[in-house]
C-alpha cells in the first residue's frame, strides 16, 4: 500500500467514527462496534469494523461499516466498465451507511464513499473512487430534498460547475428499478470509477462528499423527528422499505461486488431495513400524502 492509500483509509477510518458519534448523539442508544478480520486461506482477505444501532429511540437500525480488503481477482461488477483489468489483484476500502428511522417522517439515508485500486501483473496500481449520497423519504417534503441537493451541489462545487448536474443524473439513473419502472428516492448524487482528476483531487472529491454527509441529513432528522405518527404511516413505511430491499438485492453494484468477491455477509446486509412487507398492487388513495410520494417526489426533477 502507498501512502497516499494509506491517507484514503485513515481518512474513511476518521469519517466512520464522526459518523456514529453523531448517530449515538442523535438517538441517544449506542451502536455495537463489530471489528472483523478475515480468516487466513480465504481469497479475500482484509479487515474492518461494522458499526450498527438497532431498535433505537430515532433509528430502528443505523449500520455504518468500514472494510478494507484485498483480493486476487477483480469481480465483474468491479470491471464492467474497465475489460482490460479483468483479472487483476485489486484493493478495495470504504465507509458505507444506510440509516432506517423509526419515525416514517424522518427519510432514509444512505451514503457510500470508497476507494478501489486494481494491480495489474506489470505495472502500476490503477487508482478509482466513488461515492455519493441519496435520500428516500416515505413522506414526501420539498424543504428537506431541497436541502439534502444543496448540500450535494455545495460539497462538488470546487470541483466544477459540471460535477453536481452529472453527478445527480447519474444517481437518478442509478438509483432506479427498472423492474418496477420507479425511482427509489428523491436522489442526490452518485460517481463510479472517478479518475478524471490525479489521485490528490480525486481523493479531495470523495472527501468532500463524505465530509457533507452530516450537515445534509442531519438538520433534516431534527426538523421531522418529533412528527406524530401512526400505524397507516408505519404500514406505508414498511411497504416502502420493501422497494429499498429489492433494490439492493437486484440492482446494487456494491451489495454484488461484496458477495461476488466473497466479503463478509452480514456487514454487506447492513443496508437492510429491520421490517419490511410486500402487498399485491397497492394503489395509495388520490389526493393522499402517500400518493403525494409517487407524483411529487420519485420522480426525476430538479431540485435546486
Known amino acids: 500500500m502507498t501512502a497516499r492509500q494509506a491517507a484514503v483509509g485513515a481518512y474513511l477510518q476518521d469519517l466512520q467514527q464522526r459518523i456514529v ?14 471489528p472483523w478480520q478475515k480468516s487466513p486461506g480465504e481469497a479475500l482477505q482484509g479487515s474492518g469494523l461494522t458499526c450498527i444501532l438497532e ?7 443505523a449500520g455504518c461499516g468500514f472494510s478494507q480488503v484485498t483480493g486476487p481477482r477483480l469481480p465483474p461488477s ?6 482490460e483489468l479483468a483479472g487483476a489483484a485489486f484493493e478495495a476500502m470504504g465507509v458505507s451507511l444506510v440509516f432506517h428511522p423509526r419515525n416514517p417522517y424522518v427519510p432514509t439515508v444512505h451514503m457510500n464513499v470508497r476507494m478501489l485500486a486494481a494491480l495489474p501483473a506489470s505495472g502500476e496500481a490503477v487508482c478509482w473512487f466513488g461515492g455519493g ?8 417534503f420539498e424543504d428537506d430534498a431541497v436541502h439534502f441537493h444543496r448540500a450535494c451541489h455545495d460539497a462538488l462545487a470546487p470541483f466544477g460547475d459540471d460535477k453536481y448536474p452529472r453527478f445527480k ?9 427498472k423492474h418496477r419502472n420507479e425511482q427509489r428516492g428523491v436522489g442526490g448524487v452518485f460517481f463510479d470509477d472517478f479518475s478524471e482528476f490525479d489521485f490528490d483531487r480525486s481523493f479531495d472529491m470523495m472527501r468532500s462528499v463524505g465530509n457533507a454527509l452530516l450537515p445534509a441529513y442531519m438538520p433534516i432528522v431534527e426538523r421531522r423527528r418529533h412528527t406524530p405518527y401512526g400505524e397507516r404511516e408505519r404500514d406505508f413505511q414498511r411497504y416502502r422499505r420493501g422497494r429499498y430491499v429489492e433494490f439492493n438485492l437486484v440492482w446494487d453494484r456494491g451489495t454484488h461486488f461484496g458477495l461476488q468477491s466473497g466479503g463478509r455477509t452480514e456487514s454487506i446486509l447492513l443496508s437492510m431495513p429491520p421490517h419490511a412487507s410486500w402487498a399485491y398492487r397497492s394503489q395509495p388513495e388520490p389526493g393522499t400524502p402517500e400518493a403525494a410520494l409517487y407524483t411529487d417526489f420519485i420522480v426525476r426533477r430538479e431540485w435546486l
Open 55 to 61: 431498535g433505537g429511540e430515532l433509528f430502528e437500525r
Open 133 to 140: 449520497m441519496d435520500l428516500t423519504p416515505c413522506y414526501g
Open 78 to 83: 468491479a470491471t464492467q466498465h474497465r475489460p
Open 169 to 177: 443524473t447519474w444517481c437518478d439513473d442509478y438509483f432506479f428499478l
Open 21 to 34: 458519534a453523531a448517530v449515538e448523539a442523535a438517538d441517544g442508544g449506542t451502536c455495537v462496534r463489530d
